[in-house]
């Protein structure tokens, strides 16, 4: 089955046009630091024998790229907030509201992170050693369970019966996306189709749920809501495939976080599945004895391999076609801060992922 999108390729722009992480999440500043300090106030209820765990799982920042998201479609709506250029707590009613349901889809994908870590044997994550690394399996798997539990738990009491159900069928779907993942481990027989499945509900689920309860809270109609749900979930498939790049061509140095474990737990990701799927047969049965036998080839020389025949290159065309698809949901909002700085995030990935390989 063919794997390349038929979309055409998001716009190429000048270096200089695009702007950094931080500008872009710069309109959403006050409000991810409202964010921040939800979750360490949730770290204060845990039990005081668990409670430094806690602050260490909820406290490490990335890039936060659902606060954002949830951030920036608040500000897309169409409302009194697509004509600011600052999210903050004097501008709006629903803010409160809406720093903590942000909070809550966190602490959803910070639970998944822990669990993560333990199926990949992750060392590394944010650059610092994993919760499983750090105070072991046993209770990086507890915690990550608590986060779950808590999450739901404050989902419930949201006075918006519609912002739970929404919270509780993507976190679902979050934990089939991953059963069903680790389910297809060392098989080698996983489908263009399911990988789709895979990734559009272990990670682009919580980005879709960001952007539409973003604009649920801030007071977007059906038609945009649905329109910023298919921009998180285009933008979600495209980040995966580019955090499957990064894994297999990435540094850890300025990844951040423990590489090649696709390789090593026999995953089958975005740069195999296309060799896998569009080369010759005998091509294909030499790339799939080598990730069948990773300790004896070692996945240095896989890598390199995926490199002679072209799986870099064509999975940047694939993500940016992903992209492309993402910026162009985005037609029917009103022009806004927050519609700009989405459309930025397409750009900035686009970049990003030309960037794989290099240096």
Known sequence: MPVLTTQAPIKSRAEN???????????TGPFLLSVQKDLTSQADEFHPE???CAYYALGVQGKQIRPILFGLSLMATGSELSRIAELHDKLSPSYSEGVEVAAIIEMVH?????HDDILDEADIRRGQPTLARKWGNEIAVLLGDCLFACALERAALLKDPFVFRKLAVATRRVCFGEALQAH???GFTMQWSEYLDVIASKTAEL???SCELGGFIGGA???HRKALADFGMSLGVAYQMYDDCVDLFGAESQAGKSLRTDLEKGKLTLPTLIILNESPADDSEALLNMLKNVSKYGSEAIVGRLNEMGALERSVDEIRGRLKVAEKALDSLPDSTGKERLIQICHYLARQTTHLGVG
Do not use: H, M
């Not at 046009?17 to 309109?27: G, H, L, Q, R, V």
């Not at 910070?110 to 822990?114: M, N, V």
């Open 17 to 27: 046009e695009i702007p950094a992480w931080s500008d872009i999440a710069s309109p």
């Open 50 to 52: 668990i409670r430094d």
């Open 110 to 114: 910070l639970a998944t992170l822990a």
């Open 184 to 186: 297809q481990r060392l």
């Open 207 to 209: 980005f879709a749920l």
């Open 221 to 223: 109609d059906e038609f």
